[in-house]
């Protein structure tokens, strides 16, 4: 089996690390070798935050290479149009919670601001699922969650690791005052993405991604 | 036991279990979570910030030769304020294992510049070790230490940002208690420069011992996959050298091509790299950073490489960058931007941030800003463009001081407080010692807000949390002959307006210091505080905009066009409700 390679983006303060950090932590529950990497340093909101996770048998580098994302996961419109380029264009994915976050430092950004992304990443050949997580997210009671109705949603395409996998990582590391809301939040995501799951990466087959047989 | 660490994480994990007693530094990205991680999970390690790396140096360097394994901590730059002691202590050498970790930074990602420190290492004689992944971020503070004591010297342990800010498995080990190293006073060796011409062979040898040490060391290994030792090499054989996360760079490209991984890249190995070299058509030097192993190979009179001249020396690596410069098949990543707008979404001042008052007078006030190391930078991004030069830690003063004497008469410094304590407190004095007239901004917001909110000597504790005496600014500012000082509530804006005006306006050095903690202090969440974040009533509100001039990144537009503030992200810094001529923001009831 090879390496599965994800990225996930969003603005800061959205949960981008928390819900990379989820997935290598399955990951590693999973029996996987795992690297991930990810933004840190200037500690503002606002600001444009990503984070690479890789598993497999062996990882080496924890930098996915551009076209080589199975999952390419945006927590909001922008940021996906932002790394859709790293979607594998023969099997990945790109999964996109359907939410608009005006840079608030630009000037005219408000005008500018890509509204039709999703649209024309579908025009481009792209295979992009846009979930209203935060929408969702506010009718379970707290916006925040968003990024859970996300991670669901992408742990029903990475078959690799199973769903006791998932919730044995998630209760470990969410505190209990929060694990309810949140466990919601991942199932909402999961059952909401699973019918989409069938055609993507496990099955395959190819693997487009290996640099060294060219 | 494997567990998932940041290469950062690691590294504390690497101190704790070899037994280090005394952990130093100052916080700078991308070192910081080194000596917070200590702190919060290893209490048998003494660890602490500094008022800056020197002093976190050569506090570490008098625990090293009284005896203790010691670490210490910064990111490259940091090394720069450290280098007066970092290139005197392989003089002496040191009694107790002594690593200092410098965390380089290519790419740029949070540094003013990109600087490679193995180069600070050759310059003072000291060697350097190079993990490439999260276990030998561990493993290598264990060597790191051992060599220090072996050799008698101190030792470099070079990450860069993608090693530091990594997570990997590592195997955890338990904690071995070293026992302290007894101290003889000897002033041949510690004191006094006249003897130090007797210690000066000392640190020629110590290299050239580690130079033979470098060919046995097995943190040197070779990775054979084509080509064998001392046969010919095959037809268009190709071999790496590589270091650190570069390393795993070369594997992932290319799979099937012998490694030699330098783990101790000062110094290297020479008769094991002729060999390796003289096994391969052409030799890949693979390293983030400068030529530092290339030079070192091409200095031996070898031939066959191929390095900087193809991969550079700009910015941060990549597997995909390294497979295009070698020529190898990568997928094209088609280039949306030219189609669709992909807004860029800078970093800004944090929603509530006491800064924003600051520079909303600056720029109205129209003077020149000398600008300093902290988030206050982004002054000089728009919409304020209120501050116009940045260097490094403690410029600011100095350097508006030069801007005065150029004839910028009413100069502006901006420091924070942390930077102020680290070095400008003697840029402050030298100022009016020599008769100075600036304005200096002290942006007090109790912490060291850019890396992540650590403590310092101003914010009255310690690492550990501990209360400590607070650095008593305005005392201190006083103390250097200061007269005119005011202290004003950094979110009240005609304060701080009048009190910067004034400051310009007055015949001699004038010192503001703007006072309110950073607002992603755990402390100051609206929960703690017991207040309710602001909303702006529509049947009041004339949608002016004026409210629009805050740039809080809470408050954005309603489809019918009135300003709303987001409850989730307000921090009730009440700034807003300052703006608003027709008072219809307030707090929720």
Same mark, same amino acid.
């Given at each position: 089996m090879n390496t599965t390679n994800l990225i996930f983006a969003g603005v800061g303060g959205q949960g981008v690390l928390l819900i990379a950090e989820l997935t290598a932590r399955a990951a590693v529950r999973a029996g996987f070798d795992v690297k991930q990497t990810e933004v840190h340093g200037v500690s503002q909101r606002g600001g444009s935050v990503e984070s690479h996770v890789r598993f497999g048998p062996v990882v080496y580098s924890p930098l996915v290479t551009a076209g080589q994302a199975d999952v390419v996961v945006g927590l909001e419109k922008l940021e996906g149009l932002r790394y859709a380029n790293f979607v594998n264009l023969q099997c990945g994915s790109l999964l996109v919670n359907d939410h608009e976050i005006i840079p608030g430092s630009v000037a005219g950004a408000a005008e500018k601001y890509p509204h039709y992304a999703i649209e024309f990443l579908r025009g481009k050949g792209l295979k992009v699922t846009a979930i209203p997580a935060s929408r969702w997210a506010k009718d379970l009671g707290d916006g925040r969650v968003a990024n859970m109705i996300m991670l669901g949603a992408m742990s029903a395409l990475t078959p690799q690791m199973s769903e006791e996998v998932w919730l044995a990582t998630l209760t470990e590391r969410i505190p209990e005052k929060y694990r309810a809301l949140n466990l919601k939040a991942f199932e909402t995501g999961r059952s909401f993405a699973s019918p989409l799951a069938s055609p993507l990466p496990a099955e395959a087959g190819s693997d487009p991604k290996d640099l060294s047989k060219n | 036991m494997k567990e998932l660490l940041l290469g950062n994480e690691a590294i504390a994990r690497g101190a704790w279990e070899a037994g280090v007693k005394f952990a130093s530094g100052y916080p700078g990205t991308p070192s910081t979570e080194i000596l917070e991680t200590l702190a919060k999970h290893y209490p048998e390690v003494d660890s602490q910030w500094s008022a800056n790396e020197k002093v976190a140096f050569e506090e570490g360097m008098g625990a090293a030769i009284g005896g203790l394994r010691v670490m210490v901590t910064m990111k490259m730059v940091g090394l720069n304020v450290a280098a007066d002691s970092f290139m005197v202590f392989p003089y002496s050498g040191t009694n107790g294992g002594f690593v200092v970790i410098s965390a380089d930074d290519p790419g740029m990602h949070s540094s003013q510049n990109e600087q490679d420190n193995r180069y600070l290492a050759l310059m003072a004689k000291v060697p350097v070790l190079e993990p490439s992944d999260a276990q030998e971020c561990k493993d290598f503070v264990k060597l790191g230490l051992e060599i220090s004591e072996q050799f008698s010297g101190p030792v470099m342990l070079r990450t860069t940002t993608r090693l530091a800010h990594h997570k990997g498995l590592v195997e955890l080990g338990e904690r071995a208690e070293v026992p302290q190293r007894k101290f003889t006073p000897d002033a041949k060796r510690f &004191? @006094?420069? $006249?003897?130090r011409t007797l210690l000066r062979p000392g640190v020629e040898k110590r290299i050239a011992n580690l130079r033979d040490y470098a060919e046995t060391t097995p943190v040197n290994r070779v990775e054979w996959r084509s080509g064998q030792p001392g046969e010919p090499p095959t037809q268009g054989s190709v071999g790496f050298v590589s270091s650190s996360i570069a390393y795993q760079y070369a594997r992932e490209i290319m799979p099937e091509a012998s490694v030699f991984r330098l783990g101790l890249t000062h110094p290297v190995p020479p008769r094991a790299l002729k060999e390796f070299c003289a096994a391969h058509e052409t030799v890949y030097v693979v390293e983030e950073g400068e030529p530092f192993i290339e030079d070192q190979l091409k200095a031996m009179g070898i031939t066959n490489l191929v390095g900087k &001249? $193809?991969?550079? @020396? $700009?910015g941060e690596y990549s597997p995909e960058r390294l497979a295009k410069a070698i020529g190898l098949n990568v997928p094209e990543k088609p280039d949306f931007g030219k189609e669709i707008t992909v807004l860029p979404r800078p970093p800004m001042l944090c929603v509530g941030c006491g800064h924003r008052t600051v520079f909303d007078s600056l720029k109205q006030l129209k003077v020149t800003v000398a600008g300093d190391i902290g988030c206050y930078t982004m002054g000089a991004l728009p919409p304020y463009e209120a501050s116009h030069t940045t260097f490094c830690m403690g410029a600011s003063i100095s350097t508006a001081f030069g801007l005065e004497r150029a004839g910028h008469e009413r100069a502006v410094a901006i420091i924070g407080d942390s930077t102020f304590v680290h070095a400008g407190i003697p840029a402050l004095i030298d100022a009016v010692y020599n008769g100075s007239s600036l304005t200096l901004i002290i942006l007090d917001n109790s912490t060291t807000g850019m890396t992540g909110q650590q403590p310092h000597p101003s914010a009255g504790k310690t690492l550990r949390g501990k209360p400590a005496p607070k650095l008593d600014l305005e005392g201190l500012v006083r103390a250097a002959g200061v007269k005119q000082v005011q202290v004003v509530d950094t979110w009240q804006r005609k304060d701080v307006a009048r009190a910067v005006r004034s400051a310009v306006g007055h015949d001699g050095p004038a010192v503001v210091i703007t006072r309110g903690p950073c607002m992603r202090l755990p402390e100051m969440k609206l929960s703690e505080r017991g207040e309710r974040p602001y909303f702006i009533d529509e049947a009041l509100c004339t949608k002016c905009d004026a409210c629009f001039k805050v740039w809080c990144p809470a408050i954005t537009r309603t489809s019918a066009g009135f300003p709303i503030i987001d409850p989730v992200e307000c921090t009730a810094c009440t700034v807003c409700a300052q703006m608003c001529p027709v008072e219809a923001i307030g707090p929720m009831c």
């Open positions: - | &004191s @006094v420069p $006249i003897y &001249s $193809i991969f550079g @020396v $700009i």
